[in-house]
């Protein structure tokens, strides 16, 4: 059973006091009126290209090992609340002067067999050359405004806007859960590696330590890693045990500016061809470690090694093809946008031959 909450019930929000800040939405949602009223009468190309992060390759060395004794686990009775944060952009079109974008964000929790779901957006920009600085300015200012990186002051290049904002989105669910959720496991997509632009080290830093002070612990799962043993991805490299288990690395060193605030593992958690990178906050004790993963074996469901709340949330911030259409003809509706369909120049040249711009 799934029940859907939204920042106006707050009161019903089954998280601990303190209350939810609300800031940062209602800084996204007016940023996004305010680039919006600068595209009236201007006309739209069309474009359901999904924006994804792409993990740095270049931010480990590759001299490390897998220890070759996996660590077995043991399913853990022990009754605790499951929660999980996914954020995701699209981008929904062009105009002359810039890009139009949508970014959606979302997290689940279990309790007491049931999941529930808070989810914002989606939040719609039109971002340009001329207002991206504006606006990665204006959220630095309204959120990051603790942090004093100089790597991270300058705005990304537009194709980067949508990404910098999910992330920007994604953090603060995190640092809500984390200052709301009380012993807890909340579960993250990605990796706890920091000092990258859309991930700060020191937001990254205050995010865990606001969990550990609450008894939370957080494990972070990578659904992509570029990490190898010998060649082989580590999700790949595993050994002929019978799961759940977890394989644990050792020697993995990054590159500055990058920062790995968790130790890494390999998660094996069901049968099956599936493993992910898990990372879990390496100031947690490793007996608490391994047991929030035990505890997570019975508090969760898992298919193919991957917990649902995760899943969830997942699928609830994902953009489908009905909703990109929907807001394509509201953007048009309210802000009289001309709908146009530029020739896809690699089948205009090319012909059968031509895989277009997506797929080139």
């Given at each position: 059973?799934?029940?859907?909450?939204?920042?106006?019930?707050?009161?019903?929000?089954?998280?601990?006091?303190?209350?939810?800040?609300?800031?940062?939405?209602?800084?996204?949602?007016?940023?996004?009126?305010?680039?919006?009223?600068?595209?009236?009468?201007?006309?739209?190309?069309?474009?359901?290209?999904?924006?994804?992060?792409?993990?740095?390759?270049?931010?480990?060395?590759?001299?490390?090992?897998?220890?070759?004794?996996?660590?077995?686990?043991?399913?853990?009775?022990?009754?605790?609340?499951?929660?999980?944060?996914?954020?995701?952009?699209?981008?929904?079109?062009?105009?002359?002067?810039?890009?139009?974008?949508?970014?959606?964000?979302?997290?689940?929790?279990?309790?007491?067999?049931?999941?529930?779901?808070?989810?914002?957006?989606?939040?719609?920009?039109?971002?340009?050359?001329?207002?991206?600085?504006?606006?990665?300015?204006?959220?630095?200012?309204?959120?990051?405004?603790?942090?004093?990186?100089?790597?991270?002051?300058?705005?990304?290049?537009?194709?980067?806007?949508?990404?910098?904002?999910?992330?920007?989105?994604?953090?603060?669910?995190?640092?809500?859960?984390?200052?709301?959720?009380?012993?807890?496991?909340?579960?993250?997509?990605?990796?706890?590696?920091?000092?990258?632009?859309?991930?700060?080290?020191?937001?990254?830093?205050?995010?865990?330590?606001?969990?550990?002070?609450?008894?939370?612990?957080?494990?972070?799962?990578?659904?992509?890693?570029?990490?190898?043993?010998?060649?082989?991805?580590?999700?790949?490299a595993l050994p002929s045990h019978e799961p759940p288990y977890l394989l644990e690395t050792y020697g993995i060193k990054t590159k500055p500016p990058t920062l790995l605030l968790g130790d890494v593992y390999v998660a094996k958690l069901t049968c099956g061809n599936c493993a992910f990178r898990l990372d879990i906050d390496k100031h947690v004790p490793n007996e608490q470690k391994i047991r929030t993963v035990e505890t997570l074996l019975t508090n969760d469901l898992l298919t193919q090694s991957y917990p649902e709340t995760l899943r969830l949330a997942h699928i609830l911030c994902t953009f489908t093809a009905n909703e990109v259409i929907a807001m394509q003809h509201f953007l048009a509706k309210r802000h009289r946008l001309r709908i146009v369909n530029r020739?896809?120049?690699?089948?205009?040249?090319?012909?059968?031959?031509?895989?277009?711009?997506?797929?080139?």
């Amino acid at each position: 059973m799934i029940e859907q909450y939204t920042i106006a019930t707050t009161p019903k929000y089954n998280f601990p006091q303190p209350t939810i800040d609300t800031t940062l939405p209602k800084r996204l949602t007016q940023l996004s009126l305010n680039s919006l009223q600068q595209v009236q009468n201007n006309t739209i190309q069309l474009n359901q290209q999904q924006i994804q992060q792409i993990q740095n390759p270049d931010a480990y060395t590759q001299n490390f090992q897998l220890k070759p004794q996996p660590i077995q686990l043991k399913p853990n009775h022990e009754k605790t609340i499951v929660a999980a944060v996914d954020t995701s952009s699209i981008k929904i079109g062009e105009t002359a002067t810039g890009i139009l974008v949508a970014i959606r964000g979302a997290t689940v929790w279990k309790q007491n067999r049931k999941y529930r779901y808070l989810r914002l957006g989606p939040f719609i920009f039109h971002m340009t050359e001329e207002n991206k600085n504006q606006v990665c300015a204006a959220l630095r200012n309204t959120y990051l405004n603790t942090l004093n990186e100089p790597n991270h002051q300058s705005a990304p290049n537009l194709q980067q806007v949508p990404l910098r904002l999910a992330s920007t989105l994604e953090r603060w669910f995190q640092t809500m859960l984390t200052k709301t959720m009380a012993n807890s496991t909340i579960l993250f997509d990605g990796s706890l590696t920091s000092g990258t632009p859309d991930t700060p080290t020191a937001l990254l830093k205050e995010i865990l330590e606001n969990a550990r002070k609450r008894g939370n612990v957080v494990l972070a799962f990578s659904k992509m890693t570029t990490l190898r043993v010998n060649g082989h991805l580590i999700t790949e490299a595993l050994p002929s045990h019978e799961p759940p288990y977890l394989l644990e690395t050792y020697g993995i060193k990054t590159k500055p500016p990058t920062l790995l605030l968790g130790d890494v593992y390999v998660a094996k958690l069901t049968c099956g061809n599936c493993a992910f990178r898990l990372d879990i906050d390496k100031h947690v004790p490793n007996e608490q470690k391994i047991r929030t993963v035990e505890t997570l074996l019975t508090n969760d469901l898992l298919t193919q090694s991957y917990p649902e709340t995760l899943r969830l949330a997942h699928i609830l911030c994902t953009f489908t093809a009905n909703e990109v259409i929907a807001m394509q003809h509201f953007l048009a509706k309210r802000h009289r946008l001309r709908i146009v369909n530029r020739p896809d120049m690699h089948r205009l040249l090319f012909g059968p031959f031509g895989k277009g711009e997506n797929n080139a």
